[in-house]
Protein backbone atom coordinates (compact mmCIF):
# COMPACT_ATOMS: atom_id res chain seq x y z
CA UNK A 1 0.00 0.00 0.00
CA UNK A 2 2.94 2.21 0.95
CA UNK A 3 3.68 4.87 -1.96
CA UNK A 4 0.17 3.98 -3.92
CA UNK A 5 -1.25 6.94 -5.37
CA UNK A 6 -5.43 7.20 -5.26
CA UNK A 7 -7.64 10.24 -6.12
CA UNK A 8 -9.68 10.62 -2.80
CA UNK A 9 -11.64 13.31 -1.72
CA UNK A 10 -11.23 15.43 1.70
CA UNK A 11 -14.68 15.09 3.68
CA UNK A 12 -13.62 16.35 6.83
CA UNK A 13 -10.10 17.76 8.75
CA UNK A 14 -8.57 17.11 12.30
CA UNK A 15 -7.73 19.27 15.11
CA UNK A 16 -4.05 18.27 13.86
CA UNK A 17 -5.12 20.23 10.40
CA UNK A 18 -4.76 17.17 8.66
CA UNK A 19 -7.83 16.34 5.58
CA UNK A 20 -9.70 13.18 6.01
CA UNK A 21 -10.12 10.89 3.51
CA UNK A 22 -11.54 7.16 3.42
CA UNK A 23 -10.92 4.18 1.16
CA UNK A 24 -13.79 1.85 2.37
CA UNK A 25 -12.67 0.91 5.96
CA UNK A 26 -9.56 2.60 5.50
CA UNK A 27 -9.35 6.21 7.51
CA UNK A 28 -6.67 8.28 5.22
CA UNK A 29 -4.87 11.01 6.92
CA UNK A 30 -3.21 13.86 4.21
CA UNK A 31 -1.08 16.62 5.15
CA UNK A 32 -2.70 19.93 3.78
CA UNK A 33 -5.65 18.71 1.96
CA UNK A 34 -8.86 21.09 2.71
CA UNK A 35 -12.78 19.64 3.24
CA UNK A 36 -13.88 19.16 0.00
CA UNK A 37 -11.14 19.10 -2.08
CA UNK A 38 -10.49 16.24 -4.55
CA UNK A 39 -7.21 14.99 -4.68
CA UNK A 40 -4.52 12.24 -6.27
CA UNK A 41 -2.65 11.38 -3.05
CA UNK A 42 0.21 9.58 -2.66
CA UNK A 43 0.44 6.77 0.31
CA UNK A 44 3.42 7.10 3.09
CA UNK A 45 2.73 5.11 5.75
CA UNK A 46 0.02 2.50 6.25
CA UNK A 47 -1.83 0.34 9.72
CA UNK A 48 -4.46 -2.31 9.55
CA UNK A 49 -7.16 0.83 9.38
CA UNK A 50 -5.58 4.21 9.22
CA UNK A 51 -2.67 5.73 6.38
CA UNK A 52 -1.08 8.75 6.38
CA UNK A 53 -0.93 10.68 2.48
CA UNK A 54 -0.09 13.81 1.02
CA UNK A 55 -1.10 15.43 -1.84
CA UNK A 56 0.88 14.32 -4.96
CA UNK A 57 -1.45 16.27 -7.47
CA UNK A 58 -4.50 18.87 -6.39
CA UNK A 59 -7.47 17.92 -8.76
CA UNK A 60 -10.82 19.95 -7.35
CA UNK A 61 -8.88 23.18 -5.26
CA UNK A 62 -11.34 24.55 -2.44
CA UNK A 63 -12.17 27.99 -2.27
CA UNK A 64 -10.31 28.65 0.84
CA UNK A 65 -7.17 27.75 -0.14
CA UNK A 66 -4.59 30.68 -0.83
CA UNK A 67 -1.25 30.80 -1.46
CA UNK A 68 1.00 30.76 1.38
CA UNK A 69 2.50 34.98 2.32
CA UNK A 70 5.50 32.25 4.10
CA UNK A 71 8.43 30.87 1.56
CA UNK A 72 8.87 27.81 3.46
CA UNK A 73 5.49 27.15 4.87
CA UNK A 74 5.21 23.31 2.91
CA UNK A 75 8.32 22.82 5.15
CA UNK A 76 8.67 24.67 8.21
CA UNK A 77 6.28 22.70 11.23
CA UNK A 78 5.37 26.42 12.39
CA UNK A 79 2.28 26.93 10.33
CA UNK A 80 0.10 24.12 9.78
CA UNK A 81 -2.82 26.25 8.38
CA UNK A 82 -0.90 29.35 6.12
CA UNK A 83 -2.35 27.78 3.12
CA UNK A 84 -6.05 28.70 4.21
CA UNK A 85 -7.33 31.75 4.31
CA UNK A 86 -8.11 33.37 7.89
CA UNK A 87 -11.67 33.91 8.02
CA UNK A 88 -11.49 29.51 7.40
CA UNK A 89 -9.21 29.22 9.52
CA UNK A 90 -11.85 31.08 12.28
CA UNK A 91 -14.41 28.33 11.16
CA UNK A 92 -12.41 25.49 11.42
CA UNK A 93 -11.77 26.51 15.03
CA UNK A 94 -14.59 26.83 16.19
CA UNK A 95 -15.52 23.42 14.71
CA UNK A 96 -12.84 22.02 16.33
CA UNK A 97 -13.52 23.21 19.71
CA UNK A 98 -17.32 22.23 19.46
CA UNK A 99 -16.81 18.93 18.45
CA UNK A 100 -14.32 18.19 20.60
CA UNK A 101 -16.46 18.72 23.67
CA UNK A 102 -19.22 17.09 22.08
CA UNK A 103 -16.98 14.29 21.75
CA UNK A 104 -15.63 13.91 24.93
CA UNK A 105 -17.96 15.73 27.59
CA UNK A 106 -20.87 14.25 25.94
CA UNK A 107 -22.60 17.56 26.02
CA UNK A 108 -23.70 19.72 22.65
CA UNK A 109 -22.74 22.74 23.88
CA UNK A 110 -23.18 26.39 22.07
CA UNK A 111 -20.13 27.75 21.23
CA UNK A 112 -19.84 31.26 19.77
CA UNK A 113 -17.65 32.55 17.10
CA UNK A 114 -14.05 32.75 17.36
CA UNK A 115 -12.78 35.87 18.46
CA UNK A 116 -10.18 36.80 15.91
CA UNK A 117 -6.23 38.27 16.40
CA UNK A 118 -5.81 41.65 15.85
CA UNK A 119 -2.88 40.79 14.10
CA UNK A 120 -3.13 37.82 11.47
CA UNK A 121 0.69 38.32 10.94
CA UNK A 122 3.85 39.43 12.62
CA UNK A 123 1.63 38.93 16.12
CA UNK A 124 4.42 37.00 18.21
CA UNK A 125 5.84 38.65 20.97
CA UNK A 126 8.26 35.33 21.09
CA UNK A 127 10.38 33.60 19.00
CA UNK A 128 12.70 30.54 19.62
CA UNK A 129 15.40 29.87 16.93
CA UNK A 130 17.35 26.38 17.15
CA UNK A 131 20.73 26.34 15.73
CA UNK A 132 22.58 23.51 14.34
CA UNK A 133 25.77 23.09 12.07
CA UNK A 134 25.74 27.37 11.40
CA UNK A 135 22.25 26.86 9.91
CA UNK A 136 18.92 28.58 11.68
CA UNK A 137 15.56 28.22 11.34
CA UNK A 138 12.61 26.27 12.71
CA UNK A 139 12.23 22.18 12.85
CA UNK A 140 10.53 20.44 9.88
CA UNK A 141 7.48 18.78 11.38
CA UNK A 142 7.84 15.57 13.43
CA UNK A 143 11.71 16.21 12.65
CA UNK A 144 14.85 17.71 14.88
CA UNK A 145 16.04 18.70 10.88
CA UNK A 146 15.88 22.80 10.52
CA UNK A 147 14.38 24.52 7.89
CA UNK A 148 16.40 27.33 7.28
CA UNK A 149 14.93 31.02 7.22
CA UNK A 150 15.37 34.72 8.32
CA UNK A 151 12.03 36.05 7.67
CA UNK A 152 9.75 34.31 9.62
CA UNK A 153 5.92 36.06 8.70
CA UNK A 154 4.10 35.44 12.34
CA UNK A 155 7.39 37.11 14.51
CA UNK A 156 7.72 40.63 15.10
CA UNK A 157 9.85 42.49 12.13
CA UNK A 158 11.92 43.79 14.41
CA UNK A 159 12.90 40.29 15.90
CA UNK A 160 13.56 38.54 11.96
CA UNK A 161 15.59 41.66 11.55
CA UNK A 162 17.96 40.86 15.09
CA UNK A 163 17.92 37.01 13.37
CA UNK A 164 19.02 38.20 10.40
CA UNK A 165 22.07 40.14 12.38
CA UNK A 166 22.87 36.99 14.40
CA UNK A 167 23.41 35.03 11.75
CA UNK A 168 25.67 37.34 10.46
CA UNK A 169 27.84 37.18 13.61
CA UNK A 170 27.69 33.84 14.14
CA UNK A 171 29.53 33.38 10.39
CA UNK A 172 31.72 36.47 11.38
CA UNK A 173 32.97 35.09 14.54
CA UNK A 174 32.52 31.42 13.76
CA UNK A 175 30.60 30.35 16.87
CA UNK A 176 27.98 28.23 15.81
CA UNK A 177 29.33 25.23 17.55
CA UNK A 178 28.48 27.36 20.63
CA UNK A 179 24.87 28.47 20.11
CA UNK A 180 22.14 25.96 20.52
CA UNK A 181 18.86 28.04 20.76
CA UNK A 182 18.22 32.14 20.18
CA UNK A 183 15.38 33.48 22.23
CA UNK A 184 14.25 36.56 21.61
CA UNK A 185 11.44 38.18 23.91
CA UNK A 186 9.56 41.65 22.33
CA UNK A 187 7.31 44.05 24.15
CA UNK A 188 5.12 45.29 21.93
CA UNK A 189 3.88 48.27 24.84
CA UNK A 190 7.22 49.26 25.20
CA UNK A 191 9.28 47.98 22.03
CA UNK A 192 12.07 46.42 24.34
CA UNK A 193 13.85 43.47 23.25
CA UNK A 194 15.67 41.06 24.99
CA UNK A 195 17.67 38.63 23.48
CA UNK A 196 18.79 35.01 25.22
CA UNK A 197 21.92 33.19 23.65
CA UNK A 198 21.23 29.70 24.76
CA UNK A 199 24.84 27.72 24.54
CA UNK A 200 26.75 24.32 25.68
CA UNK A 201 29.18 26.56 27.71
CA UNK A 202 30.03 29.97 28.97
CA UNK A 203 33.19 30.06 27.20
CA UNK A 204 32.25 31.29 23.79
CA UNK A 205 34.68 33.56 21.84
CA UNK A 206 34.06 36.89 21.14
CA UNK A 207 31.38 36.82 22.89
CA UNK A 208 31.79 40.57 24.17
CA UNK A 209 32.43 41.32 20.20
CA UNK A 210 28.95 39.52 19.43
CA UNK A 211 27.28 41.60 22.36
CA UNK A 212 28.48 45.08 21.64
CA UNK A 213 28.19 44.75 17.92
CA UNK A 214 24.31 43.84 18.45
CA UNK A 215 23.45 46.69 21.23
CA UNK A 216 24.56 49.26 18.69
CA UNK A 217 22.82 47.82 15.70
CA UNK A 218 19.56 47.61 18.20
CA UNK A 219 18.69 50.67 20.23
CA UNK A 220 15.66 48.29 21.65
CA UNK A 221 17.72 45.86 23.23
CA UNK A 222 17.51 46.73 26.68
CA UNK A 223 18.77 43.05 27.98
CA UNK A 224 21.11 40.19 26.64
CA UNK A 225 21.16 36.65 28.63
CA UNK A 226 23.35 33.75 28.28
CA UNK A 227 21.54 30.32 29.51
CA UNK A 228 24.10 27.60 29.77
CA UNK A 229 22.59 24.31 28.64
CA UNK A 230 24.45 21.23 28.70
CA UNK A 231 21.37 18.83 28.75
CA UNK A 232 21.00 16.05 25.76
CA UNK A 233 17.36 16.56 25.85
CA UNK A 234 14.74 18.57 24.08
CA UNK A 235 14.64 20.97 26.99
CA UNK A 236 15.71 24.37 25.87
CA UNK A 237 16.86 26.37 28.39
CA UNK A 238 18.96 25.45 31.10
CA UNK A 239 19.68 26.76 35.14
CA UNK A 240 22.14 28.84 34.48
CA UNK A 241 21.69 32.20 33.14
CA UNK A 242 24.59 34.89 33.30
CA UNK A 243 23.07 38.11 32.43
CA UNK A 244 26.17 39.88 29.53
CA UNK A 245 23.91 43.50 29.09
CA UNK A 246 21.23 44.80 31.14
CA UNK A 247 18.53 44.33 34.05
CA UNK A 248 18.27 40.64 32.79
CA UNK A 249 14.64 41.66 32.14
CA UNK A 250 12.52 43.79 30.10
CA UNK A 251 8.91 45.50 30.66
CA UNK A 252 6.02 45.30 28.98
CA UNK A 253 2.85 47.70 29.25
CA UNK A 254 -0.77 45.24 28.51
CA UNK A 255 -3.40 47.68 28.81
CA UNK A 256 -1.86 49.73 31.26
CA UNK A 257 -0.14 47.52 33.35
CA UNK A 258 3.70 47.11 33.24
CA UNK A 259 5.25 43.59 33.66
CA UNK A 260 8.61 42.45 34.13
CA UNK A 261 9.43 39.62 31.71
CA UNK A 262 12.32 37.34 32.20
CA UNK A 263 14.07 34.56 29.87
CA UNK A 264 12.12 31.96 31.63
CA UNK A 265 8.81 34.10 32.50
CA UNK A 266 5.97 32.58 30.69
CA UNK A 267 3.41 35.28 29.11
CA UNK A 268 1.25 34.83 26.25
CA UNK A 269 2.71 35.69 22.42
CA UNK A 270 0.12 37.64 21.63
CA UNK A 271 0.09 40.85 23.18
CA UNK A 272 -2.98 42.15 21.43
CA UNK A 273 -5.32 39.61 21.31
CA UNK A 274 -4.36 38.59 25.58
CA UNK A 275 -6.24 41.71 26.14
CA UNK A 276 -9.38 40.57 24.52
CA UNK A 277 -9.04 37.30 26.18
CA UNK A 278 -8.66 39.11 29.86
CA UNK A 279 -11.37 41.25 29.27
CA UNK A 280 -13.53 38.12 28.05
CA UNK A 281 -12.60 36.64 31.73
CA UNK A 282 -13.31 39.64 33.65
CA UNK A 283 -17.02 39.99 31.72
CA UNK A 284 -17.41 36.43 32.23
CA UNK A 285 -16.61 36.13 35.88
CA UNK A 286 -19.09 39.38 36.40
CA UNK A 287 -16.43 40.77 38.38
CA UNK A 288 -16.72 44.04 40.64
CA UNK A 289 -15.46 45.88 43.91
CA UNK A 290 -17.15 42.94 45.95
CA UNK A 291 -15.86 39.93 44.28
CA UNK A 292 -12.81 37.41 45.85
CA UNK A 293 -10.66 35.94 43.30
CA UNK A 294 -8.34 33.23 43.72
CA UNK A 295 -6.30 32.87 40.23
CA UNK A 296 -4.62 29.23 39.84
CA UNK A 297 -1.71 28.82 37.66
CA UNK A 298 -1.17 32.37 38.20
CA UNK A 299 2.59 32.53 36.76
CA UNK A 300 4.14 35.86 36.34
CA UNK A 301 0.78 37.45 37.86
CA UNK A 302 -1.08 39.01 33.96
CA UNK A 303 -4.38 37.70 34.68
CA UNK A 304 -4.40 38.28 38.11
CA UNK A 305 -3.56 41.91 38.03
CA UNK A 306 -5.21 42.62 35.13
CA UNK A 307 -9.02 41.67 36.93
CA UNK A 308 -7.51 43.42 40.72
CA UNK A 309 -8.20 46.17 38.69
CA UNK A 310 -11.38 45.36 39.24
CA UNK A 311 -12.13 42.88 42.20
CA UNK A 312 -12.18 43.24 46.05
CA UNK A 313 -9.00 41.20 46.72
CA UNK A 314 -7.14 38.28 43.91
CA UNK A 315 -4.93 35.36 45.38
CA UNK A 316 -2.71 33.99 42.83
CA UNK A 317 -1.20 30.76 42.96
CA UNK A 318 2.19 29.41 41.43
CA UNK A 319 4.25 26.54 41.75
CA UNK A 320 7.00 27.97 39.77
CA UNK A 321 9.17 30.09 42.53
CA UNK A 322 10.85 32.34 39.41
CA UNK A 323 7.42 33.15 38.34
CA UNK A 324 6.08 33.93 41.87
CA UNK A 325 8.69 36.35 42.64
CA UNK A 326 7.98 38.32 39.50
CA UNK A 327 4.29 38.33 40.22
CA UNK A 328 4.88 39.95 43.36
CA UNK A 329 7.29 42.67 41.66
CA UNK A 330 4.98 43.16 38.93
CA UNK A 331 1.87 43.62 42.06
CA UNK A 332 4.47 46.16 43.60
CA UNK A 333 5.58 48.33 39.87
CA UNK A 334 1.47 48.26 39.53
CA UNK A 335 1.03 49.92 42.95
CA UNK A 336 -1.75 46.99 43.40
CA UNK A 337 -1.69 46.37 47.06
CA UNK A 338 -4.88 43.66 46.79
CA UNK A 339 -3.50 41.17 45.54
CA UNK A 340 -1.39 38.24 47.05
CA UNK A 341 1.06 35.35 44.95
CA UNK A 342 1.64 32.27 46.87
CA UNK A 343 4.22 29.33 45.89
CA UNK A 344 1.78 26.17 46.37
CA UNK A 345 1.37 23.37 43.31
CA UNK A 346 -2.57 23.67 41.98
CA UNK A 347 -2.87 20.35 40.52
CA UNK A 348 -2.68 19.14 44.40
CA UNK A 349 -5.86 18.51 46.82
CA UNK A 350 -6.19 21.03 49.78
CA UNK A 351 -5.35 24.41 48.27
CA UNK A 352 -5.44 26.92 51.01
CA UNK A 353 -6.40 29.82 49.75
CA UNK A 354 -10.16 28.57 48.25
CA UNK A 355 -12.24 29.72 50.97
CA UNK A 356 -14.36 32.80 50.82
CA UNK A 357 -14.16 33.00 47.33
CA UNK A 358 -16.75 33.67 44.78
CA UNK A 359 -14.88 32.78 41.69
CA UNK A 360 -11.63 30.71 40.72
CA UNK A 361 -10.01 31.40 37.16
CA UNK A 362 -7.83 28.84 36.57
CA UNK A 363 -5.63 28.93 32.94
CA UNK A 364 -3.46 25.39 33.52
CA UNK A 365 -0.88 23.49 31.02
CA UNK A 366 -2.22 21.67 28.37
CA UNK A 367 -2.46 18.40 30.56
CA UNK A 368 -5.52 20.34 32.27
CA UNK A 369 -6.78 20.34 35.70
CA UNK A 370 -6.08 17.42 38.25
CA UNK A 371 -9.53 15.58 39.35
CA UNK A 372 -8.81 16.06 43.04
CA UNK A 373 -8.61 20.12 42.34
CA UNK A 374 -11.70 19.92 40.72
CA UNK A 375 -13.36 18.05 44.02
CA UNK A 376 -11.34 20.90 46.00
CA UNK A 377 -13.07 23.65 43.96
CA UNK A 378 -17.00 22.04 44.34
CA UNK A 379 -16.87 21.41 48.26
CA UNK A 380 -15.35 24.76 48.45
CA UNK A 381 -19.19 25.57 47.23
CA UNK A 382 -17.42 28.14 44.95
CA UNK A 383 -20.49 29.59 42.36
CA UNK A 384 -18.03 30.31 39.61
CA UNK A 385 -15.49 29.25 37.69
CA UNK A 386 -13.89 30.94 34.77
CA UNK A 387 -11.60 28.68 32.59
CA UNK A 388 -8.57 29.46 30.56
CA UNK A 389 -7.82 26.75 28.07
CA UNK A 390 -5.32 26.12 25.79
CA UNK A 391 -6.36 22.37 24.81
CA UNK A 392 -10.39 21.83 23.50
CA UNK A 393 -9.63 17.80 24.49
CA UNK A 394 -8.58 18.21 28.06
CA UNK A 395 -11.06 21.24 28.35
CA UNK A 396 -13.76 19.06 27.69
CA UNK A 397 -12.90 15.97 29.94
CA UNK A 398 -12.80 18.64 32.42
CA UNK A 399 -16.07 20.15 31.46
CA UNK A 400 -17.85 16.47 32.42
CA UNK A 401 -15.42 16.59 35.41
CA UNK A 402 -17.13 19.76 37.10
CA UNK A 403 -20.85 18.66 35.64
CA UNK A 404 -20.51 15.42 37.74
CA UNK A 405 -19.65 18.40 40.53
CA UNK A 406 -22.75 19.94 40.30
CA UNK A 407 -21.59 22.71 37.77
CA UNK A 408 -23.61 23.81 34.46
CA UNK A 409 -21.41 25.14 31.42
CA UNK A 410 -22.87 28.39 30.35
CA UNK A 411 -20.36 30.21 27.83
CA UNK A 412 -17.67 28.74 25.56
CA UNK A 413 -16.02 31.76 23.56
CA UNK A 414 -12.56 30.63 21.79
CA UNK A 415 -10.16 33.39 21.08
CA UNK A 416 -7.58 33.29 18.15
CA UNK A 417 -4.33 33.65 19.87
CA UNK A 418 -1.94 31.91 17.12
CA UNK A 419 -3.53 32.27 13.84
CA UNK A 420 -2.14 29.96 11.07
CA UNK A 421 -1.36 27.17 13.60
CA UNK A 422 -3.90 24.56 14.75
CA UNK A 423 -3.79 26.17 18.47
CA UNK A 424 -7.23 28.09 19.88
CA UNK A 425 -7.78 29.05 23.49
CA UNK A 426 -10.94 29.46 25.15
CA UNK A 427 -12.67 31.29 27.70
CA UNK A 428 -15.31 29.21 29.22
CA UNK A 429 -17.94 29.88 32.80
CA UNK A 430 -19.26 27.33 34.51
CA UNK A 431 -21.45 27.98 37.52
CA UNK A 432 -23.72 25.87 40.11
CA UNK A 433 -26.64 28.45 38.97
CA UNK A 434 -26.76 29.57 35.84
CA UNK A 435 -25.66 33.43 36.13
CA UNK A 436 -24.39 33.86 32.90
CA UNK A 437 -25.12 37.21 31.09
CA UNK A 438 -25.22 38.60 27.34
Not at 302 to 307: A, D, M, P, R, Y
Not at 406 to 428: Q, W
Request: one cysteine or more; proline letters at 2%.
Amino acid sequence: MKNTIIRAECIDMTYEGYGVCRLNELVIFVKGMIDGEIADIKIISHKKNMAYAIIDKLIKKSQHRIEPLCKVAYKCGGCDLRHISYDYQLELKKRWVKNTVKNISLMDLEVKDVVPSPLENNYRNKVQIPCADGVMGFYRNNSHDIVETDNCVIQSELSNEIIKKIKTLIKKYHVDKYIRHVLIKHAFGTGEIMLGIISRSADIEHLQDIVEDLISSFDMIKSIVLNINTRNDNVILGDEEIVLYGNGYITDILDGLKFRISLKSFYQVNSLQTVNLYNEVVKRADINKDTRVLDLYSGIGSISLFVARYAKEVTGVEIVEAAVNNAKENARINHLDNVSFYLEDASCNQIKHLKDKDVVIVDPPRKGLSRVLIKDIAQSDISKVVYVSCNPATLARDISYFNEEGYTCDYVRPFDMFPHSVHVESVVLMSRLNTHKE
